[in-house]
T-cell receptor, first 109, second 121 residues
Framework: QKEVEQNSGPLSVPEGAIASLNCTYSDRGSQSFFWYRQYSGKSPELIMSIYSNGDKEDGRFTAQLNKASQYVSLLIRDSQPSDSATYLCAVMYDYKLSFGAGTTVTVRA | SAVISQKPSRDICQRGTSLTIQCQVDSQVTMMFWYRQQPGQSLTLIATANQGSEATYESGFVIDKFPISRPNLTFSTLTVSNMSPEDSSIYLC??????????????????FGPGTRLLVL
């Protein structure tokens, strides 16, 4: 499987702040990029997908993609305690997903 | 998205035995996959379950240890054979191409089942 690296955690942010998550990938042929959220004891749930360079916003979440730098990021604005979870970056190549190790985010009330 | 169910949700097994995990989807999907998530780790793809043919395994995974079936477009099974404590993990199925669509875009998204938590003693 292709390599996917995420910034090491855990990441602790105060409520209302911005949480910034980073991800780099090794395969330039990758075309589709995803962020999944995984609560403890639960399976991953999709929160964002991005296919083109630039920003994509969905509510409080913004994904950024830079294919030249092989870099994907996720910003969580106005962080809430319910955002406390592990965030997994996933990169698709040839219909298969490779996952990063995940970044655990804790939002302090 | 699709509604995905897995059975059993959890099990405790003795070493040397085998367990078959079922994955059922409420609509036809193009592709089904099986992943393993070991304690404190991220997800690792075991294999792609191909309908009507042998599964495609990733490096480090073999059919004798993880036989997979996919008899139709909504159902797949993964068997963990001759288990050892190292097989203790969460096993997840995922689906892609809900409704049978396989083109690039939202239909490429993979959705995950709730997982099967396996403990081998």
């Amino acid at each position: 499987q292709k390599e996917v690296e995420q910034n090491s955690g855990p990441l602790s942010v105060p409520e209302g702040a911005i949480a910034s998550l980073n991800c780099t990938y090794s395969d330039r042929g990758s075309q589709s990029f995803f962020w999944y959220r995984q609560y403890s004891g639960k399976s991953p749930e999709l929160i964002m997908s991005i296919y083109s360079n630039g920003d994509k916003e969905d509510g409080r979440f913004t994904a950024q993609l830079n294919k030249a730098s092989q870099y994907v990021s996720l910003l969580i604005r106005d962080s809430q305690p319910s955002d406390s979870a592990t965030y997994l970056c996933a990169v698709m190549y040839d219909y298969k997903l490779s996952f990063g190790a995940g970044t655990t985010v804790t939002v302090r009330a | 998205s699709a509604v995905i169910s897995q059975k059993p949700s959890r099990d405790i097994c003795q070493r040397g035995t085998s367990l078959t995990i079922q994955c059922q989807v409420d609509s036809q999907v193009t592709m089904m996959f099986w992943y393993r998530q070991q304690p404190g780790q991220s997800l690792t793809l075991i294999a792609t379950a191909n309908q009507g043919s042998e599964a495609t395994y990733e490096s480090g995974f073999v059919i004798d240890k993880f036989p997979i079936s996919r008899p139709n477009l909504t159902f797949s099974t993964l068997t963990v054979s001759n288990m050892s404590p190292e097989d203790s993990s969460i096993y997840l199925c995922s689906v892609q191409g809900v409704g049978g669509r396989g083109s690039r875009g939202p239909s490429e998204t993979q959705y995950f089942g709730p997982g099967t938590r396996l403990l081998v003693l």
